[in-house]
Each structure stands twice: as structure tokens, then as C-alpha cells.
């Protein structure tokens, strides 16, 4: 099982971001994804979750309203798209995968996760 994120880079204040995680050694439609961020000197948060064989989501609050995760089954992809970003938002992004869809309030848990990747950073600045 790999996982290899990728799109993350420099944006200004109020743009965008499409993050994208490339799974191999797995069929997606049998496996749950989700992506955290760490700053430094911070705790791993959880942003969203995605079970891509019935499209079931989370989200997390800090997220909520600017972000839209989706997958693309065939291509084996899983993109987050994060919008107004700001400079709080600064911080390394990485995918996770599991067996189980894992139900409100312990989706954000980061030990619910077994696979990681290594992360892409996104840095927020003027």
C-alpha cells in the first residue's frame, strides 16, 4: 500500500489549493482515505474523509464550507480542494488510507489510519 500526495506549493491569501493522493496497491473503492495537515509545532488535524465506494464524507470544522474532497475510482485518486485559503492554513498535507470508513467522531483520530504518505507542503503567503 502507497500513497503519494502531490499539488501542494506557494498561493496567495483567498486562493486555492487541489490536492491530489495517488493510491497504489489497492483498489480505492475498498479502502477509506482522508487528509490531515501538521504545522509546526502543532497537532495533526483532520480535514476530510472520503469513503470512495459510496461517497460517504467528512469534514472537519476548520475546513467546513471552503473544501470539497472527491475520488476518481479509475485513476485511483483522491483530491482535496481547499479555497480562501489563508495563512493559517500553512502546514504539511498528507493522505492516510484504512480498511474502515470510520463513523463521526472518530474519523479525526490519526491513529484510526494505517497508511500514510509522506505529505506536500502548502504554504500560504504574500
Known amino acids: 500500500v502507497q500513497l503519494v500526495e502531490s499539488g501542494g506549493g506557494l498561493v496567495q491569501p483567498g486562493g486555492s489549493v487541489r490536492l491530489s493522493c495517488v493510491v497504489t496497491?489497492?483498489?480505492?473503492?475498498?479502502?477509506?482515505v482522508a487528509w490531515f495537515r501538521q504545522a509546526p509545532g502543532k497537532e495533526r488535524e483532520a480535514l476530510s474523509a472520503?469513503?470512495?465506494?459510496?461517497?460517504?464524507?467528512h469534514y472537519g470544522d476548520s475546513v467546513m464550507g471552503r473544501s470539497t474532497i472527491s475520488s476518481d475510482n479509475g485513476q485511483k485518486t483522491v483530491h482535496l480542494h481547499l479555497r480562501d485559503l489563508m495563512p493559517g492554513d500553512t502546514a504539511k498535507y498528507y493522505c492516510?488510507?484504512?480498511?474502515?470508513?470510520?463513523?463521526?467522531?472518530?474519523?479525526?483520530?490519526?491513529?484510526?489510519?494505517?497508511?500514510w504518505g509522506q505529505g506536500t507542503q502548502v504554504t500560504v503567503s504574500s
Open positions: 496497491g489497492f483498489t480505492l473503492d475498498s479502502y477509506a
Open positions: 472520503i469513503s470512495p465506494k459510496d461517497g460517504r464524507t
Open positions: 492516510a488510507a484504512d480498511l474502515f470508513f470510520p463513523r463521526p467522531g472518530f474519523w479525526d483520530q490519526s491513529t484510526r489510519w494505517n497508511y
